[in-house]
Each structure stands twice: as structure tokens, then as C-alpha cells.
């Protein structure tokens, strides 16, 4: 898979936060998963949002993209509530891979990654050899231009994660926001995904925001670490400035050793043996 990202104009924004929730209250029926949370999307960086099952890191994504309405508070995208903007126009402001996404049945990659593009259309805006070129950028990008005639349903579970997420890098959007996008994905393949998102964001000045489960891959590539536990924020900044054994077992109740990772000089997690 090319770590090449999709051939699109460096996103330019001025220091702050385009994206923000604002003490929102979010749960699904009868339960409350957070309660007055407010968190600052910072701009321009590669925000990771990590912690146990459960704690509700999914859900403030979900929030954070408008798939989920709050009970309470707001979610500001670019000094608007995130409700008052048709829904198109969140699409070409904000892309979104969700922790589970389904394909419709029958449908070929090329066609999957090519609705990416479906916010840029309009009655008199039809398909274009610019939406073309974002779709080819984003298949090589992604390592899936040889499946492009594939029936979605025939991949593996890495090719078809793969494949949504070249659908995501397609909308050109200079937010994303990526729930939990090394699932299904091997070794390999995930530190690729991972270098591209980084090269998005450095390269071309796009805002990402991921959920993961590995901790040393979250500390590796966050410039912004966002720790939850039941519901709410406990702490925020640069992983090197608020990463130590005492916030780990704390928030997962592990106990472990912090090292300094040889290759990115990031914090490394050393779970300790049982007994020592």
C-alpha cells in the first residue's frame, strides 16, 4: 500500500479549533454514556482518542460527526452548530469512517470509493475528471486499485477496510474522523494506514482523528492524545508530556513500565509481568 496520499491542494487553516464539542450530553435510549464532556479538536494535527472498552470513544465520534444528536450542549464545526448545516455540506467539510460499515450488496470497489465524491455533486455539477483523479489518488493510496473491479462482498476483511477508507480519502475533506480504521487490518497494513494518515496530515494539512485500541501505535503517531474512562476526558496533550504508568493503570488497570521507543522516541508501554 503507497503511503502517497490523494493528490489534493495543502489544507490551510488558522490556529484553532474548527471542530469542538461543547459540554454535550450523549447516550443512546435510556443510557447516558457522557455527561457534559467539552473537548477542542485541535487543528492542523492528528488527534488520537484512546481508552478502555466501553468508555465512550465511539460515541463522542459519533457526536463529533453528526450521527449522533446530543441530549444536550452542541457540536461546533466552523463556528456553527454542526445541526444547522445540510447534510451535504458536513460531507464536504467533514469525512467520516465509522467503526462498522455496510456496502451495498452488489457493489464493485471503484463504485464504492467513487461515492466519496457524492457531497461535490449537485444538478449542475456532475461527475468530473477531478472526482476521477480523487478516486484513483485514493485507491493507490490505499493499496486497492488492483480490486477495483472486485464485488465488495468477495474481499477479506482487511481489503474491504482498506476500501472504505480510500472511499473516506476520496471526499477530500479536511477533517477526518476514523473510528477504530486499523480493525480487520494486519501488522503491516495497519502501520501503513497509520503512516498514511500521519502524511495527511503533515503533507497535505489535514485535521485527522482517529479511535485506537494499541496504545504504542496511539502514542507513536498522536501529536494530540485524548484519554477517556467511563464517559469522560481525564487527560489531553502531547503523549510524551502525559503518558506515565500512573495514567495507564489508572485508566485500563494495567500495570506496566514506560520506556522511551527506540525508533520514535514516543512513550512505550512494557505491560509488567503478573506477579512482579
Known sequence: MST?????????????????ADEITIGYDERVISESLSIEIPDGEFTVIVGPNACGKSTLLRALSRLLK??????VLDGRSISSYPAKEVARRLGLLPQTSVAPEGIRVAELVARGRFPRQSMFR????????????AMTATGVTDLSSRLVDELSGGQRQR???????????????????????????QIELLDLCAELNRARGRTMVAVLHDLN??????????AMKSGRIVAQGRP???????????????RCRIIDDPESHTPLVIPRLRGT
Request: aromatic letters at 6%.
Open 4 to 20: 502517497t496520499p490523494p493528490g489534493t491542494a495543502p489544507h490551510t487553516t488558522t490556529p484553532g479549533h474548527r471542530l469542538r
Open 70 to 75: 446530543p441530549r444536550s450542549g452542541a457540536v
Open 126 to 137: 456532475q461527475w468530473t475528471p477531478e472526482d476521477e483523479t480523487a478516486v484513483q489518488d
Open 163 to 189: 476500501v472504505w477508507v480510500a472511499m473516506v480519502l476520496a471526499q477530500e475533506t479536511p477533517l477526518v474522523l476514523l473510528d477504530e480504521p486499523t480493525t480487520f487490518l494486519d501488522i503491516a497494513h
Open 217 to 226: 501505535h496511539a502514542f507513536r503517531y498522536a501529536d494530540h492524545l485524548v
Open 240 to 254: 510524551a508530556e502525559i503518558v506515565d504508568a500512573e495514567l495507564i493503570e489508572d485508566v485500563f488497570g494495567l
